[in-house]
């Protein structure tokens, strides 16, 4: 039986791939932080099928401890400060545990157990202000806020130890992806929240910020597939995982409304832009200019063309059924919260 340990376990992406192996049969073990009240994220489901140890990123001898009780045989970095938003307002918290989190872990299992396969989260935010379209493993880095810049150190620290020290270690360079489980300051899931909650007269609208924005989004469910596939290669390399499309923030919010029966009607522009629900001539969507950020990544596409040939990795869901679930989704969860 393998050993596995996930870092951001109780998160949307550490959830989903705790599911997978647990039905491949693995012995997972997850680290969590201590706080003051129990808060098992989205593996309430599974608190007693794995194993938590209480750990930090910015703590090595916590992280060498996590090791040796694990004794893991694949190591996957998934716990990040992951909201580009709050990078701008904890610069500092952002660079010490997703940069040099990562040097921390990957200390840890060159201490107790080098031979151990190391799954790195990296971003396509490193990629930022886009250099070339589409995005590849090739393509030069450009990261526009803090998080893409610590993301780009733990990046390339996890690359360095590849090459310096032997070990076998991986970075996914992983595109847009959301789920039912996304956080709600994520603005995917803030638009499907505020879909469900607007089409059950509980919201008037809901504000964004750069509608126009473009994204490469894909389901978690399907990306975690190919973060455990690159861990099973004879050879540790690096990957982008992508769906080969791109979608405006816009076209995201047409489909979570339409989700729930509300069919958007665009007027205005920049910030005067309005979203009109067809049926009733009411605003659901209002642009507010404080959700842009200090500096916009505007489009992301990624190429997952050595992901599909050399993992044989695809993705099972399309861009409308990821939103349609997470707006279904959001539906059911404001009606049972209402008592509706």
Same mark, same amino acid.
């Given at each position: 039986?393998?050993?596995?340990?996930?870092?951001?376990?109780?998160?949307?992406? &550490?959830?989903?791939?705790?599911?997978?192996?647990?039905?491949?049969?693995?012995?997972?073990?997850?680290?969590?932080?201590?706080?003051?009240?129990? $808060?098992?994220? @989205?593996?309430?489901?599974?608190?007693?099928?794995?194993?938590?140890?209480?750990?930090?990123?910015?703590?090595?001898?916590?992280?060498?401890?996590?090791?040796?009780?694990?004794? !893991?045989?694949?190591?996957? %970095?998934?716990? !990040?400060?992951?909201?580009?938003?709050?990078?701008?307002?904890?610069?500092?918290? =952002?660079?010490?545990?997703?940069?040099?989190?990562?040097?921390?872990?990957?200390?840890?299992?060159?201490?107790? /157990?080098?031979?151990?396969?190391?799954?790195?989260?990296?971003?396509?935010?490193?990629? &930022?202000?886009?250099?070339?379209?589409?995005?590849?493993?090739?393509?030069?880095?450009?990261?526009?806020?803090?998080?893409?810049?610590? #993301?780009?150190?733990?990046?390339?620290? =996890? +690359?360095? *130890?590849?090459?310096?020290?032997?070990?076998?270690?991986?970075?996914?360079?992983?595109? @847009?992806?959301?789920?039912?489980?996304?956080?709600?300051?994520?603005?995917?899931? +803030?638009?499907?929240?505020? !879909?469900?909650?607007?089409?059950?007269?509980?919201?008037?609208?809901?504000?964004?910020?750069?509608?126009?924005? #473009?994204?490469?989004?894909?389901?978690? /469910? $399907?990306?975690?597939? !190919?973060?455990?596939?690159m861990l099973q290669q004879d050879e540790p390399d690096d990957y982008v995982v992508a769906t080969?499309?791109?979608?405006?923030?816009?076209?995201?919010?047409?489909?979570?409304?339409?989700?729930? &029966?509300?069919?958007?009607?665009?007027?205005?522009e920049g910030v005067d832009t309005l979203g009109i629900n067809k049926a009733n001539g009411k605003?659901?969507?209002?642009? %507010?200019? /404080?959700? *842009?950020?200090?500096?916009?990544?505007?489009?992301?596409?990624?190429?997952?063309?050595?992901?599909?040939? #050399?993992?044989?990795?695809?993705?099972?869901?399309?861009?409308?059924?990821?939103?349609?679930?997470?707006? #279904? @989704?959001?539906?059911?969860?404001? /009606? @049972?919260?209402?008592?509706?």
């Open positions: 039986m393998k050993h596995a340990l996930i870092t951001g376990i109780t998160g949307q992406d &550490g959830s989903y791939l705790a599911e997978l192996l647990l039905e491949k049969g693995y012995e997972v073990y997850g680290i969590w932080r201590r706080k003051s009240t129990v $808060d098992y994220g @989205n593996i309430a489901h599974l608190k007693d099928k794995i194993h938590l140890i209480y750990a930090d990123m910015t703590d090595i001898v916590s992280l060498i401890s996590a090791m040796r009780i694990s004794q !893991a045989d694949e190591v996957y %970095n998934l716990a !990040a400060q992951s909201f580009v938003a709050t990078s701008w307002e904890q610069p500092i918290a =952002t660079a010490e545990i997703d940069a040099l989190g990562v040097t921390n872990l990957l200390e840890a299992i060159r201490t107790v /157990k080098p031979e151990a396969r190391f799954y790195q989260a990296s971003t396509s935010e490193m990629f &930022g202000k886009v250099q070339a379209i589409p995005q590849c493993e090739t393509t030069p880095f450009y990261p526009r806020s803090p998080y893409g810049v610590a #993301k780009l150190y733990g990046h390339w620290i =996890t +690359k360095n *130890y590849r090459e310096s020290f032997g070990l076998f270690t991986c970075s996914g360079i992983l595109f @847009n992806h959301e789920s039912e489980r996304r956080g709600k300051e994520f603005v995917t899931r +803030k638009i499907t929240d505020a !879909a469900a909650r607007i089409s059950l007269g509980l919201q008037e609208y809901v504000e964004l910020g750069n509608l126009d924005a #473009k994204r490469d989004w894909g389901h978690s /469910k $399907d990306y975690v597939r !190919a973060m455990w596939l080969g499309e791109t979608r405006s923030v816009r076209e995201f919010a047409e489909c979570a409304f339409r989700a729930v &029966g509300i069919e958007i009607e665009w007027q205005g605003t659901v969507v209002r642009i %507010n200019p /404080k959700f *842009y950020r200090p500096a916009e990544v505007e489009l992301l596409l990624g190429d997952p063309t050595k992901a599909e040939t #050399k993992l044989g990795w695809k993705r099972d869901i399309s861009f409308d059924e990821l939103v349609t679930r997470m707006a #279904k @989704n959001d539906l059911e969860l404001v /009606k @049972n919260e209402c008592g509706l």
